[in-house]
Nanobody
Framework: QVQVVESGGGLVQAGGSLGLSCTAS????????MGWYRQAPGKRRELVATVTSGGSTNYADSVKDRFTISMDNAKNTVSLLMNSLKPEDTAVYYCNVQRQYYGTTNYWGQGTQVTVSS
């Protein structure tokens, strides 16, 4: 199994910055990608940003040029730096770890709350 633990988040004013971090442990071989998703109240979970083990990144249009994702393959960690935060960024943010081993398996963290006040 793979354990996924997030840290960071909290309350910030609009225009401010926050950082999220996530570490995977356990049977962590063959990690192909890590990323962040978020879910606001009454809405579906949506992609925020992902990064592959090769360094390719993908961002939701709503966060491009404001958020930066990075991955440390050696430490099995993924970080998300969030700048110029907006109230609409308020959500529970979930870390995702994707493993390619006899197929694709996704592992999720417990989620961390990010609240942006106006």
């Amino acid at each position: 199994q793979v354990q996924v633990v997030e840290s960071g988040g909290g309350l910030v004013q609009a225009g401010g910055s926050l950082g999220l971090s996530c570490t995977a442990s356990g049977r962590i071989f063959s990690i192909s990608a890590m990323g962040w998703y978020r879910q606001a109240p009454g809405k579906r979970r949506e992609l925020v940003a992902t990064v592959t083990s090769g360094g390719s990144t993908n961002y939701a249009d709503s966060v491009k040029d404001r958020f930066t994702i990075s991955m440390d393959n050696a430490k099995n960690t993924v970080s998300l730096l969030m700048n110029s935060l907006k109230p609409e960024d308020t959500a529970v943010y979930y870390c995702n770890v994707q493993r390619q081993y006899y197929g694709t398996t996704n592992y999720w963290g417990q989620g961390t709350q990010v609240t942006v006040s106006s």
